[in-house]
T-cell receptor
């Protein structure tokens, strides 16, 4: 059973470009979470999605950031018009449907560098 | 903001038990205590969780005080590969994990 997959692992963008980060959850997992980790800081929750639904986006910046988890295919975190402050590691996690949401399986992350 | 407090760093000799404390004095009745770790810059790895009883799995043991205001993660025989940042979290069913700054455990020869 493959783990959570993220791609690309490293992404370099110039200011003003768009960044698309993809996450394929573990087989059988219908819940996806995105977290951001700035250099030398802890992880910060961004968004929680189920298939075709955004459940909690309380950690998403109000502008330029969006996320989706379509019926088919991976979850996508999209950052429009990137700025240097968006440089960070972005981690995706998945979990099976459960009353208890705390056991999440994390991917290896995508390291975004904005030049 | 994180609802837990942990010491910023700890050292442990290889082969000895590592005891990592966590205070969660504001934990509510339906919240579990979860422990994760992050090795270097990899994705966090789930270790163990509990509600009020002590728990043990192949990785670690979790001791939760009777009043649930604090807990201790025990790695019985630490190895160099256990060097990581260890995070203690409280969460109920909301699924949003709130990470603090964790404890940086350094295992030494």
């Amino acid at each position: 059973n493959a783990g959570v997959m993220q791609n690309p692992r490293h992404l370099v963008r110039r200011r003003g470009q768009e960044a698309r980060l993809r996450c394929s959850p573990m087989k059988g997992h219908s819940h996806v979470y995105w977290y951001r980790q700035l250099p030398e800081e802890g992880l910060k929750f961004m968004v929680y999605l189920q298939k075709e639904n955004i459940i909690d986006e309380s950690g998403m910046p109000k502008e330029r950031f969006s996320a989706e988890f379509p019926k088919e295919g991976p979850s996508i975190l999209r950052i429009q018009q990137v700025v240097r402050g968006d440089s960070a590691a972005y981690f995706c996690a998945s979990s099976p449907p459960s009353l208890q949401g705390g056991e999440q399986f994390f991917g290896p992350g995508t390291r975004l560098t904005v030049l | 903001d994180a609802k837990t407090t942990q010491p910023p760093s700890m050292d442990c000799a290889e082969g000895r038990a590592a005891n990592l404390p966590c205070n969660h004095s504001t934990i509510s009745g339906n919240e579990y205590v979860y422990w994760y770790r992050q090795i270097h810059s990899q994705g966090p790895q789930y270790i163990i969780h509990g509600l009020k009883n002590n728990e043990t799995n192949e990785m670690a043991s979790l001791i939760i005080t009777e009043d649930r205001k604090s807990s201790t993660l025990i790695l019985p025989h630490a190895t160099l590969r256990d060097t990581a940042v260890y995070y203690c979290l409280n969460t109920g069913t909301a699924s949003k994990l709130t990470f603090g700054t964790g404890t940086r455990l350094q295992v030494t020869l």
